[in-house]
C-alpha cells in the first residue's frame, strides 16, 4: 500500500494512492481512526487493506488535496549523520564506530508540494536527501534478525540543514530545527511494497539536476543496525522515523558550495517508491 497523510476542504484526513487517487481511508474506515499514526499505533495496517477492497466512499485527485508530512506527529524523529562512507570522506572524517544521532522535532516538518522555509537569518540552506523508516511495531533492544518486522513503510525524506546555524557549535540540533525544513512524503510505501532488504535507490535533484546518488546498501550502518542501536537507548514506538542518512554531494561540500535559494526546487526519489518535491521559498 501507499498511505499518505493530507488536508482537504479545511480537515485532515489520511488514504492511500490507488490507480492515481487518493482514497480517503477516515471516511472509507467511518472515522474509526483519526490519522496514520493511530492506524500504525493500532497495528491497523491489515484492516486499511482490507478496507481498500471495498468500494471507495470518497477519492480525490492528487491535485486537489494539501500533502501533509506522511507521519504528521511522530513519537519521534531519530536522524543518523555520515552513514555514508561518500559523505564520510567529503566530510574529511573516517567511518564512525557508532551510528551518529540527532533528533528533529515533529513541528519542523512539512509535506510534499509544500514550500520549504529559507529563513532570513541563513545563507547557506543545505538538501540532504535520505531514506525514511517509518516504525510500525514498537520494542526495546530490538535484534537486526528481528528488526524488519518492526517497519511499517518507507518513504523519501529531505532532512535539510540550516549550515550557518549548524555551525555554531558541535550539537547540531539548532541548525536542524528550523520552520519548515524538514520535507516527508509524498506517501510512504508499506513493508509489503518493499522486499526486505531491497535495495533502495536513492537520487537528490536540484533544479533537475542529480546531486546525491546512492543506494541502501551503501549505507555505513544498514537499516537492521540502526533499529537495533536506537533500540537500544529507547523504546522504539508506533509511528516513529528513523531518518537513515544524506549520501555524499551535499552542498556544503562542493566547489564552490551550493545552496538552496528562493525560487528552487528540490527534489528526493526513492526509485520505485515515491519522489518528494519541494520549492525554496524566502521567509
Given at each position: 500500500?501507499?498511505?499518505?497523510?493530507?488536508?482537504?476542504?479545511?480537515?485532515?484526513?489520511?488514504?492511500?494512492?490507488?490507480?492515481?487517487?487518493?482514497?480517503?481511508?477516515?471516511?472509507?474506515?467511518?472515522?474509526?481512526?483519526s490519522?496514520?499514526?493511530?492506524?500504525?499505533?493500532?497495528?491497523?495496517?491489515?484492516?486499511?487493506?482490507?478496507?481498500?477492497?471495498?468500494?471507495?466512499?470518497?477519492?480525490?485527485?492528487?491535485?486537489?488535496?494539501?500533502?501533509?508530512?506522511?507521519?504528521?506527529k511522530?513519537?519521534?524523529?531519530?536522524?543518523?549523520?555520515?552513514n555514508?562512507?561518500?559523505?564520510?570522506?567529503?566530510?574529511?572524517?573516517?567511518?564512525?564506530?557508532?551510528?551518529?544521532?540527532?533528533?528533529r522535532?515533529?513541528?519542523?516538518?512539512?509535506?510534499?508540494?509544500?514550500?520549504?522555509?529559507?529563513?532570513?537569518?541563513?545563507?547557506?540552506?543545505?538538501?540532504?536527501?535520505?531514506?525514511?523508516?517509518?516504525?510500525?511495531?514498537?520494542?526495546?533492544?530490538?535484534?537486526?534478525a528481528?528488526?524488519?518486522?518492526?517497519?511499517?513503510?518507507?518513504?523519501?525524506?529531505?532532512?535539510?540543514?540550516?549550515?550557518?546555524?549548524q555551525?555554531?557549535?558541535?550539537?547540531?540540533?539548532?541548525?536542524?530545527?528550523?520552520?519548515?525544513?524538514?520535507?516527508?512524503?509524498?506517501?510512504?510505501?508499506?513493508?509489503?511494497?518493499?522486499?526486505?532488504?531491497?535495495?533502495?535507490?536513492?537520487?537528490?535533484?536540484?533544479?533537475?539536476?542529480?546531486?546525491?546518488?546512492?543506494?541502501?546498501?551503501?549505507?555505513?550502518?544498514?537499516?537492521?543496525?540502526?533499529?537495533?542501536?536506537?533500540?537500544?537507548?529507547?523504546?522504539?514506538?508506533?509511528?516513529?522515523?528513523?531518518?537513515?542518512?544524506?549520501?555524499?554531494?551535499v552542498?556544503?561540500?562542493?566547489t564552490?558550495?551550493?545552496?538552496m535559494?528562493?525560487?528552487?526546487?528540490?527534489?528526493?526519489?526513492?526509485?520505485?517508491?515515491?519522489?518528494?518535491?519541494?520549492?525554496?521559498?524566502?521567509?
Amino acid at each position: 500500500m501507499k498511505l499518505l497523510s493530507f488536508r482537504v476542504n479545511g480537515h485532515d484526513s489520511f488514504g492511500a494512492i490507488v490507480n492515481g487517487k487518493v482514497i480517503d481511508l477516515k471516511e472509507q474506515m467511518n472515522g474509526k481512526y483519526s490519522d496514520l499514526l493511530a492506524v500504525i499505533q493500532a497495528g491497523a495496517l491489515p484492516e486499511v487493506e482490507r478496507a481498500l477492497s471495498g468500494k471507495a466512499k470518497t477519492t480525490y485527485a492528487p491535485d486537489e488535496i494539501e500533502y501533509l508530512p506522511v507521519i504528521t506527529k511522530p513519537p519521534k524523529i531519530l536522524c543518523i549523520g555520515i552513514n555514508y562512507k561518500t559523505h564520510a570522506e567529503e566530510t574529511g572524517k573516517n567511518d564512525p564506530a557508532h551510528p551518529f544521532v540527532f533528533a528533529r522535532f515533529a513541528n519542523t516538518q512539512i509535506g510534499h508540494d509544500v514550500p520549504m522555509i529559507l529563513p532570513p537569518e541563513s545563507v547557506r540552506f543545505d538538501y540532504e536527501g535520505e531514506i525514511a523508516v517509518i516504525i510500525g511495531k514498537g520494542g526495546r533492544r530490538i535484534s537486526k534478525a528481528d528488526s524488519w518486522s518492526h517497519i511499517a513503510g518507507y518513504a523519501p525524506y529531505n532532512d535539510s540543514s540550516i549550515r550557518d546555524w549548524q555551525a555554531h557549535s558541535t550539537q547540531w540540533t539548532a541548525g536542524k530545527n528550523f520552520h519548515a525544513t524538514g520535507a516527508f512524503g509524498p506517501y510512504m510505501a508499506t513493508r509489503g511494497e518493499i522486499t526486505d532488504n531491497q535495495e533502495l535507490h536513492l537520487v537528490t535533484r536540484l533544479n533537475g539536476v542529480e546531486m546525491q546518488r546512492a543506494t541502501s546498501h551503501q549505507m555505513i550502518f544498514p537499516i537492521p543496525h540502526l533499529i537495533e542501536y536506537c533500540s537500544t537507548f529507547t523504546a522504539l514506538e508506533p509511528g516513529d522515523v528513523i531518518v537513515s542518512g544524506a549520501p555524499g554531494g551535499v552542498g556544503l561540500k562542493r566547489t564552490p558550495p551550493v545552496f538552496m535559494k528562493d525560487g528552487d526546487i528540490v527534489e528526493v526519489e526513492i526509485e520505485g517508491v515515491a519522489t518528494l518535491r519541494n520549492p525554496i521559498k524566502a521567509e
